[in-house]
């Protein structure tokens, strides 16, 4: 959890540079990176709101994930998370956000998607995009706090290069 607190911390000072508000959209993590994000204080400087949504009917509910997508790629996949961070910074203040949804296990894989396999999108209102999908070992716990990790890192490797 320090790991988490470091890169929160990080993440929160470049947002507050870079005059940015971020916004979330999790499954997998319910809500891990704005747990790691509000343990900042002064977060509500430059954070707006999380979305987690956990179910499909979530998803299409809260922001706005087509149900074609879902049934056509499945949750767990990059065109769903590309909509779930499209429409989390439709459905907020957020100008820059980050979606996640993934397989934690210990059930719920396939040889498609195995266990720890998770998807991310990081975008913002100027037109940036940034999909990927990794694959974490681990159990339950391991592959949620990857995932959380990962999703903080690359957001601040993106901030840290805006800045140059």
């Not at 999380?50 to 065109?79: C, D, H, R, W």
Request: charged share 15%.
């Amino acid at each position: 959890m320090e790991l988490h607190q470091t890169l929160s911390q990080q993440v929160g000072e470049q947002l507050q540079a870079a005059n940015e508000v971020l916004v979330t959209a999790e499954s997998c993590t319910g809500g891990g990176v704005a747990t790691a994000i509000t343990d900042i204080a002064g977060s509500s400087a430059w954070f707006d709101r999380a979305f987690v949504t956990y179910s499909n009917e979530a998803k299409q509910e809260m922001i706005g994930v087509s149900a074609a997508t879902l049934t056509q790629y499945g949750a767990v996949s990059e065109p769903v998370v590309i909509e779930m961070v499209q429409g989390a910074l439709e459905h907020s203040l957020g100008t820059i956000g980050v979606a996640i949804s993934g397989i934690a296990g210990p059930g719920g894989g396939s040889e498609e998607k195995p266990v720890g396999t998770v998807c991310f999108a990081w975008a913002d209102t100027r037109g940036w995009l940034l999909v990927e999908t990794q694959r974490f070992a681990g159990d339950r716990a391991q592959v949620r706090q990857h995932a959380v990790e990962y999703a903080l890192r690359t957001l601040s490797k993106h901030l840290s290069m805006a800045e140059a």
